[in-house]
């Protein structure tokens, strides 16, 4: 009686681990797939994991299985280079058929609703690279014509058309699934190489709704954390792209004295970010100065931000070099939190603001400030900023 519990409780086990392995089942089968093994494999941020691979049944359909917690991405394949991308839920039973010859856009999805999805971007992005593809031929064949440029102006009108209705297909996709995790793969999308669908600064929204719907629904996918991080860094870099409000900055002067960025609306700023402890920015610094007393007697500030350690090291810098402008620092060096606030990854940094406290240039070397403010100074008065 004994050996026969332990037997039960054997084979309970068995079942359980059993269950615990395969949650879901993927069958395919299509005409031309042969003998040939195939394989399915997870995606993760680090690199493909394989789950099962399987030769095909008597019926020629193959069947693979796997585990997952969460829904996740896979993709199913013969050979690298072709595949069929797939979003599997727990509990899964999907069927795929297909034509083994255009294995990886040729195909018909049942079981899955976001795989279902992917399919349907895949096929409209294979038509939409035929169409590219066709009139790039016609470009390059018309290239000794007489009325080449009419033409080319005529295939230029015809590929913004091609890749506006493929933008629009998108787009709707997204806005009726903004929490399938195909809404996501929407959003990496390309059309060649280097050739993004999407624009983050144009088309910042839609990676907006897409990680808000996906956050709240699978906050523990990798790849939606991923999303996360990178629509957190999207949004902050947007705070400091030209043509955005300057994030303000209220730090304290050598007195103690918090003084606000936003406080000097209505000149021109200088925002520059050094540390004494930086050769190159201490270079820079002299040359600013120079440049500065040209602009006396104008409505140009410069705001100083220090990334120094210690008040003793920025004050005798201070004192010795005597830069012009507003000082201040929180002496935090790389913690401070204008680091992260204006993404700052080295200094010394430029940027300059208008008299609205708009960005209106960053990233430039300190040659280039001069010919900057007197530009700024020039195009506000004839506007009647000034």
């Known amino acids: 009686m004994r050996l026969f519990l332990h037997l039960i409780v054997f084979a309970v086990v068995l079942v359980s681990c059993s269950e615990e392995r395969s949650n879901f089942v993927v069958e395919y089968a299509a005409k031309g797939s042969g003998n040939q093994q195939m394989y399915l494999s997870r995606q993760t941020l680090s690199g493909p994991v ?18 997952t917690t969460i829904p996740d991405f896979f993709v199913l394949f013969f050979q690298p280079g072709q595949y069929i991308n797939l979003i599997i839920h727990p509990g899964d039973h999907i069927s795929i058929t297909g034509n083994a010859a255009a294995f990886d856009h040729d195909y018909y999805v049942e079981g899955s609703k976001d795989s279902r999805l992917i399919q349907k971007m895949v096929s409209r992005q294979a038509a939409t690279l035929r169409e590219i593809t066709r009139i790039s031929t016609e470009f390059e064949n018309s290239r000794d014509e007489a009325d080449f440029e ?55 929204r839609y990676y907006a709704m897409v990680d808000s719907c ?20 999207l949004r902050q870099r947007l705070r400091t792209d030209i043509g955005s409000t300057a994030p303000d900055i209220v730090l304290s002067d050598t007195t103690g004295t918090e003084i606000a960025l936003s406080s000097l609306r209505g ?48 004050m005798n810098y201070l004192r010795e070099e005597k830069p012009e402008g507003i000082q201040v620092s929180d002496l935090k060096y790389w913690d401070s939190p204008v680091v992260e606030t204006y993404m700052l990854e080295e200094i010394p940094q430029l940027y ?20 900057k403010i007197s530009d700024l100074l020039d195009n506000s008065s004839m506007t009647g900023m000034h």
Do not use: C
């Open 214 to 233: 996906l956050a709240e629904l699978y906050p523990d996918s990798e790849a939606v954390k991923d999303l996360n991080r990178r629509v957190t860094e």
């Open 50 to 67: 394989a789950v099962d691979s399987a030769m095909p049944g008597k019926s020629g359909t193959y069947s693979l299985r796997g585990h």
């Open 352 to 371: 300059l603001l208008d008299q609205e406290g708009r960005i209106v240039d960053k990233s430039f070397s300190v040659e280039e400030v001069d010919d």
């Open 267 to 314: 000149s021109v700023i200088l925002l520059y970010f050094y540390a004494s402890w930086s050769q190159e920015s201490t270079k820079q610094n002299e040359l600013l100065a120079d440049i500065y007393v040209r602009y006396a007697d104008q409505e140009v500030e410069y705001y100083q931000v220090s990334l120094d350690r210690t008040k003793e090291s920025w």
């Open 150 to 204: 009419a033409i080319k102006a005529r295939i230029d009108s015809t590929y913004d058309q091609i890749v506006g209705e493929h933008r629009r297909f998108s787009m709707e996709l997204i806005e009726e699934n903004p929490g399938s995790l195909a809404s996501l793969m929407a959003l990496y999308q390309q059309l060649g190489r280097n050739i993004p669908v999407f624009d983050y600064k144009d088309d910042f």
